[in-house]
Structures are given as structure tokens and as C-alpha cells.
């Protein structure tokens, strides 16, 4: 049953069927070929029970403040300012782009976006100051992965629904991480730089005044953060509630700098609409395969077989480590979450780990899969904002970023606390 299902699910995907396609196929396989009841009639409860969820009322609400932010010009201040600071360290603009990702990831909730906010501004800059080019490419693709690591993020509330964990605490947890790993995308920059100086590109230089007058750009990104994670822990509005103020004060300030036009309104809700239809899409396919697997007792199976693996805990995450990576290979990340927390999760409480470290663990896995070839899709959005050139430029130049996760990953392994540290002051 576990071989049938991993089978079919490769030959799927080898025939380059959509995700949200993928997961619903499966689900009508294994029911077809295991199911001794009809369990596609209860297709509509179990798609109704998952998109009834309040929670996930802020995944479209989080998408269309990131629309509004990359139409209003926000990320070309940003990317400006944040130049002026920076651009003196070995690496230049290249230290821009993963500030750029980490300010923008504090607003944006999306890899995705964040992505392709920051490489729209940064891409012009990288021949006319000649940057290697595969190193820049490898900053973009690697620093938009920040998106879903630093509050506030949309893959922690799919993590929250489907575990049943606290929004505000993941968020808490992955603020020190994500200022962790962006400052380790930065030292990758500085080596490399600092062993091959030509790939540094030429130093943009700037005065003292130029820099103070440059911090208020970075003021709009910043009242963002405070009014969405700030409004959570006053207590004054759940996850939801926030993204929709969050929303309100992105119109506020792309009105104060005259950029709220019925244009730009209409592009920003077709692009939501569009976001939020695949994401729901993959998310409903995944819940109705999750649902014929417990029906057919393929989920039984799966966590007997690991329970039976007999692993100390220690192994245990190593070889959750080890399956994220494989599988973050070859399937889209979210579909990826949605079909195997709901299994991996309860085993890895029942040895012991928290929840909320856990959860942060997930999702610097996650973000390594962005930028895993051959599905990474931070790599693809890059390459397509590039129009030209080969998809192995993007992939040799965030290589050596994927070893920053994975020691991002060691030291959380080593230092829980670094996660859990900042939950338990606050809680």
C-alpha cells in the first residue's frame, strides 16, 4: 500500500500534472484501489471542514498585504536605503538583497513574494556594478526564503491548523532564527567575497547624511511589523484579525505616498485572488488525501512503520531531516506540509520535542526546499524574473546558502533555545 502510493504519486509528477491535481488523484488511486466505502461522497464535508477554518481566513488577508506592498514601491526604498548601510561590507549590494528579503519578509508572510519584490529592484543593479552573477542570483532566491521564517509568515498558520499550536508562539520563535540565518546569509556572502574579491562587484559609497535621511524608508516595513505581531501580543487581535489591520495600514501608507489607485487596487486583488485560489486549492486536495489515507489505514500503516523503526529521538530527527530534504526535491512545499505533518508531527511530540521548536525545525526545511532543485520554486521565480540565461546559474549560486540552512538547522538542534527562549519570556 505505502509502495503504491509513493509509485503513483512520482508518476504524476513526472507527468508535470498541477499540484492541487496531483493530491486529488492520488486520494481517488488509493481510494479506488484500498477503499472498501465510497470515501470520495464525503469529498464536499471534508473540503467544507477545511476551508471553514477561521485561521486560514489569513492566508488571502496576508497575500494581498504583500500585493499592496510590492505595488506601493515599498521594496525599491527599502532595497535604496538599505544600500547606503551595507554596501561597505565585502559583497556590496549583494548584503542588500538578504536585508532587503529579511525587512521585506516582516511584512510579506510569502517566500514567494518576497522573492520577487526584492529580485524585480535588485537584478538591474547586478551587471551594471559587475557582481558574479550566480552568487546575486543565489542571494535573491535564498534571502526570499526569509519570507516564511520571520514573522509574520503564512506557512506557520498552515503548521498552527494542522498541529494545533499557538500562532503568536511560532511567530516569536522564528524571529531569532530568522535574524540568525539572515546574518548567516550575510557571512556566506563576506567568504566568498573575500576569497574570489572579484565577484564583490564595484563599492557604493555613501555619506552619513544620506544614510539617517535613507532610515526612513525603512520606517513603512517596520509599522507594518508592530501593527500585525504587535497587535497579537497586546491582545487586541487574533492572527486574523491582525492581517486585516495589517491590510488597512499597507492601504494607509501606499495612499499617504500616492500610490492607492484603482489600478493598482485591481492589480493587487487579482493577484491575490489568483495566490489564494492555488494555495486553497492545494490545500483542499491535500486534506481529501490525508482523509482516504486514514480511511484505508495507509496513515496507520505509515506510523507503525516509523514507530517501529525504533529510533532514539536523536535518529529520529535526523532521518525527519533526511525525508524533508529527499522529498523537498521533487514536491511543492505546501502540498508537501499538509501531507506530512499530520503524520510525522504527533510522533516526533510523542518523543519528546516541543511543538513550537518543531515547528521552526519544519520550516527552515521548508525553506530549504525552496531552494532544492528541481521543484525549488524561489529558484524558478528568480530564473523567470531573469528572462534569460540558464536555471543552473540560480541553482550553483544558492548552493552554498543551502549549507547556511543546514548549519541553521545544527544549531538549532544543538541550541533549542533559540527558539523556545523567546515563547517562554513572553507566554
Request: a neutral charge; one cysteine or more.
Given at each position: 500500500?505505502?509502495?503504491?502510493?509513493?509509485?503513483?504519486?512520482?508518476?504524476?509528477?513526472?507527468?508535470?500534472?498541477?499540484?492541487?491535481?496531483?493530491?486529488?488523484?492520488?486520494?481517488?488511486?488509493?481510494?479506488?484501489?484500498?477503499?472498501?466505502?465510497?470515501?470520495i461522497r464525503a469529498m464536499g464535508e471534508v473540503s467544507w471542514s477545511a476551508s471553514n477554518e477561521f485561521l486560514l481566513v489569513s492566508v488571502p488577508l496576508f497575500i494581498l498585504l504583500g500585493e499592496i506592498l510590492l505595488r506601493a514601491g515599498f521594496a525599491e526604498r527599502m532595497y535604496?536605503?538599505?544600500?547606503?548601510?551595507?554596501?561597505?561590507?565585502?559583497?556590496?549590494?549583494?548584503?542588500?538583497?538578504?536585508?532587503?528579503?529579511?525587512?521585506?519578509?516582516?511584512?510579506?508572510?510569502?517566500?514567494?513574494?518576497?522573492?520577487?519584490?526584492?529580485?524585480?529592484?535588485?537584478?538591474?543593479?547586478?551587471?551594471?556594478?559587475?557582481?558574479?552573477?550566480?552568487?546575486?542570483?543565489?542571494?535573491?532566491?535564498?534571502?526570499?526564503?526569509?519570507?516564511?521564517?520571520?514573522?509574520?509568515?503564512?506557512?506557520?498558520?498552515?503548521?498552527?491548523?494542522?498541529?494545533?499550536?499557538?500562532?503568536?508562539?511560532?511567530?516569536?520563535?522564528?524571529?531569532?532564527?530568522?535574524?540568525?540565518?539572515?546574518?548567516?546569509?550575510?557571512?556566506?556572502?563576506?567568504?566568498?567575497?573575500?576569497?574570489?574579491?572579484?565577484?564583490?562587484?564595484?563599492?557604493?559609497?555613501?555619506?552619513?547624511?544620506?544614510?539617517?535621511?535613507?532610515?526612513?524608508?525603512?520606517?513603512?516595513?517596520?509599522?507594518?511589523?508592530?501593527?500585525?505581531?504587535?497587535?497579537?501580543?497586546?491582545?487586541?487581535?487574533?492572527?486574523?484579525?491582525?492581517?486585516?489591520?495589517?491590510?488597512?495600514?499597507?492601504?494607509?501608507?501606499?495612499?499617504?505616498?500616492?500610490?492607492?489607485?484603482?489600478?493598482?487596487?485591481?492589480?493587487?486583488?487579482?493577484?491575490?485572488?489568483?495566490?489564494?485560489?492555488?494555495?486553497?486549492?492545494?490545500?483542499?486536495?491535500?486534506?481529501?488525501?490525508n482523509f482516504v489515507m486514514s480511511g484505508i489505514g495507509l496513515t496507520t500503516a505509515l506510523t507503525g512503520f516509523i514507530e517501529g523503526l525504533g529510533l532514539p529521538p536523536a535518529w529520529m530527527l535526523l532521518a525527519v531531516v533526511v525525508f524533508y530534504v529527499v522529498l523537498g526535491c521533487?514536491?511543492?512545499?505546501?502540498?508537501?506540509?499538509?501531507?506530512?505533518?499530520?503524520?510525522?508531527?504527533?510522533?516526533?511530540?510523542?518523543?519528546?520535542?516541543?511543538?513550537?521548536?518543531?515547528?521552526?525545525?519544519?520550516?527552515?526545511?521548508?525553506?530549504?526546499?525552496?531552494?532544492?532543485?528541481?521543484?525549488?520554486?524561489?529558484?524558478?521565480?528568480?530564473?523567470?524574473?531573469?528572462?534569460?540565461?540558464?536555471?543552473?546559474?540560480?541553482?550553483?549560486?544558492?548552493?552554498?546558502?543551502?549549507?547556511?540552512?543546514?548549519?541553521?538547522?545544527?544549531?538549532?538542534?544543538?541550541?533549542?533555545?533559540?527558539?523556545?527562549?523567546?515563547?517562554?519570556?513572553?507566554?
Amino acid at each position: 500500500m505505502i509502495g503504491t502510493a509513493f509509485l503513483t504519486l512520482l508518476v504524476l509528477m513526472a507527468l508535470a500534472i498541477p499540484v492541487a491535481a496531483t493530491l486529488g488523484l492520488l486520494g481517488l488511486v488509493l481510494e479506488a484501489a484500498y477503499s472498501q466505502l465510497p470515501l470520495i461522497r464525503a469529498m464536499g464535508e471534508v473540503s467544507w471542514s477545511a476551508s471553514n477554518e477561521f485561521l486560514l481566513v489569513s492566508v488571502p488577508l496576508f497575500i494581498l498585504l504583500g500585493e499592496i506592498l510590492l505595488r506601493a514601491g515599498f521594496a525599491e526604498r527599502m532595497y535604496g536605503s538599505l544600500i547606503q548601510w551595507v554596501s561597505w561590507l565585502p559583497g556590496g549590494l549583494m548584503h542588500s538583497n538578504v536585508a532587503t528579503c529579511g525587512i521585506f519578509a516582516a511584512t510579506s508572510g510569502s517566500s514567494v513574494a518576497t522573492a520577487a519584490t526584492v529580485g524585480t529592484v535588485a537584478l538591474p543593479q547586478a551587471r551594471r556594478y559587475g557582481y558574479n552573477e550566480r552568487v546575486f542570483l543565489g542571494t535573491l532566491a535564498a534571502g526570499g526564503t526569509l519570507g516564511i521564517l520571520i514573522p509574520p509568515s503564512i506557512n506557520m498558520i498552515i503548521y498552527a491548523v494542522l498541529t494545533n499550536t499557538s500562532v503568536p508562539k511560532l511567530y516569536l520563535a522564528g524571529i531569532v532564527p530568522g535574524i540568525l540565518l539572515t546574518l548567516l546569509f550575510m557571512a556566506v556572502v563576506v567568504l566568498l567575497c573575500v576569497a574570489r574579491p572579484s565577484w564583490g562587484g564595484q563599492r557604493v559609497t555613501a555619506t552619513w547624511p544620506e544614510r539617517v535621511r535613507g532610515l526612513a524608508h525603512l520606517l513603512p516595513p517596520a509599522g507594518i511589523f508592530l501593527v500585525v505581531v504587535g497587535s497579537i501580543y497586546v491582545g487586541i487581535a487574533t492572527p486574523t484579525e491582525a492581517a486585516s489591520l495589517g491590510v488597512l495600514a499597507s492601504l494607509a501608507l501606499a495612499w499617504w505616498n500616492r500610490r492607492l489607485s484603482r489600478t493598482m487596487l485591481r492589480d493587487a486583488l487579482e493577484g491575490t485572488m489568483k495566490t489564494t485560489a492555488m494555495v486553497m486549492l492545494i490545500i483542499l486536495a491535500a486534506y481529501f488525501l490525508n482523509f482516504v489515507m486514514s480511511g484505508i489505514g495507509l496513515t496507520t500503516a505509515l506510523t507503525g512503520f516509523i514507530e517501529g523503526l525504533g529510533l532514539p529521538p536523536a535518529w529520529m530527527l535526523l532521518a525527519v531531516v533526511v525525508f524533508y530534504v529527499v522529498l523537498g526535491c521533487f514536491m511543492e512545499t505546501l502540498s508537501m506540509m499538509i501531507t506530512t505533518i499530520p503524520i510525522i508531527a504527533p510522533i516526533m511530540f510523542k518523543l519528546g520535542y516541543d511543538p513550537i521548536w518543531f515547528g521552526i525545525v519544519v520550516i527552515l526545511l521548508i525553506e530549504t526546499a525552496l531552494v532544492t532543485p528541481p521543484v525549488g520554486l524561489n529558484l524558478f521565480v528568480v530564473q523567470n524574473l531573469r528572462r534569460s540565461g540558464s536555471m543552473n546559474d540560480v541553482i550553483i549560486g544558492t548552493a552554498p546558502f543551502i549549507a547556511a540552512l543546514f548549519a541553521m538547522l545544527a544549531l538549532l538542534a544543538a541550541f533549542p533555545g533559540l527558539a523556545t527562549w523567546l515563547p517562554a519570556v513572553v507566554g
